[in-house]
């Protein structure tokens, strides 16, 4: 069965950290490019963050709410992807997913348009006091 599997949500108060996890099974992580989004409650899914592999580099890309705060990683050999989240917000409270698609190298989706690929479950992060 071809699946990503999110994990590592919950709830943390304002300031807190989460690692989030995104494994890939019945197919093979490094052939594609993936991504982090979020839906907050009536709210469209948007891009967080992404990841694409181009010449044995990795290249990344971050919404502007999140530079700084979030690092987005693969760990190909182990079919994973993660999001580390510092310095969590109130407003980052959202279901988290994890996409994988291919594109052109080097390119990573930034949009839920741009996902030809594979979707994940999602994992809610919960940000309060």
């Known amino acids: 069965q071809l699946q990503l599997v999110e994990s590592g949500g919950g709830l943390v108060q304002p300031g807190g950290s989460l690692r989030l996890s995104c494994a890939a099974s019945?197919?093979?992580?490094?052939?594609?490019?993936i991504g982090w989004f979020r839906q907050a409650p009536g709210k469209e899914r948007e891009g967080v963050s992404c990841i694409a592999s181009r010449g044995g580099r990795s290249l990344t890309n971050y919404a502007d709410s999140v530079k700084g705060r979030f690092t987005i990683s693969r760990d190909d050999a182990n079919n994973t992807a993660y999001l580390q989240m510092n310095s969590l917000k109130p407003e980052d409270t959202a279901v988290y997913y994890c996409?994988?698609?291919?594109?052109?190298?080097?390119?990573?989706?930034?949009?839920?348009?741009?996902?030809?690929?594979?979707w994940g479950q999602g994992t809610q992060v919960t940000v309060s006091s």
């Open positions: 996409a994988a698609t291919i594109l052109r190298l080097g390119a990573c989706p930034t949009t839920v348009a741009e996902v030809r690929g594979y």
């Open positions: 019945g197919f093979r992580l490094n052939y594609y490019a």
